[in-house]
């Protein structure tokens, strides 16, 4: 794949860790809420009434959502009732990979602490003849990003600082 070009995003693949899973588990329609937000604070300064600092305070991470169709049986879906219906929440892990045409990793996006938010069934209408998609929105606490160039960078800049390079 020519690397110069922006790359598709339909060919990817979502892996739980510590859950069991079915193949099909890391399988998904459509992936979205890997979004990341600084919250500032206003700060004004004494004497200055023109403007007022603004200063970084934390950062707010997204809601996860996954959709699929529905399958019978899923490690995952397991995961997620047992949350849901029992009250018991255990955080996972799980990596999120933008495929290429070889099925290699093209970037990847590793979120932490996710546990379930929400379940849905899409509506279920005798007058359509569409397949029946389930809706799993997950909180975390938040997500690194990888890429083969980002990697690449860190360690280039982890080298420099060793030997008083700067970039």
Do not use: C
């Not at 193949?23 to 206003?42: A, I, K």
């Not at 047992?82 to 990847?108: R, T």
């Amino acid at each position: 794949m020519d690397l110069s070009y922006p790359h598709p995003g339909f060919h990817f693949l979502v892996v739980f860790e510590l859950l069991p899973q079915f193949p099909y588990d890391t399988r998904w329609q459509e992936v979205s809420g890997l979004s990341v937000s600084t919250e500032f604070e206003s700060w004004p300064e004494g004497g200055e009434n023109r403007y007022a600092h603004q200063l970084p305070k934390s950062l707010q991470f997204g809601e996860l959502m996954l959709k699929r169709g529905k399958f019978m049986g899923s490690g995952v879906l397991h995961w997620a009732r047992k949350a849901m219906e029992q009250f018991e929440y255990k955080p996972v892990n799980l990596m999120i990979s933008l495929l290429d045409e070889e099925h290699l990793p093209l970037y990847n996006w590793y979120v932490t602490g996710a546990v379930p938010k929400r379940l849905e069934i899409a509506g279920i209408n005798a007058g359509s003849n569409e397949i029946l998609i389930e809706s799993l929105a997950l909180q975390y606490q938040y997500f690194k990003y990888y890429d083969p160039a980002s990697v690449a960078l860190d360690a280039a800049a982890a080298l420099s600082g060793s030997v008083g390079v700067s970039f």
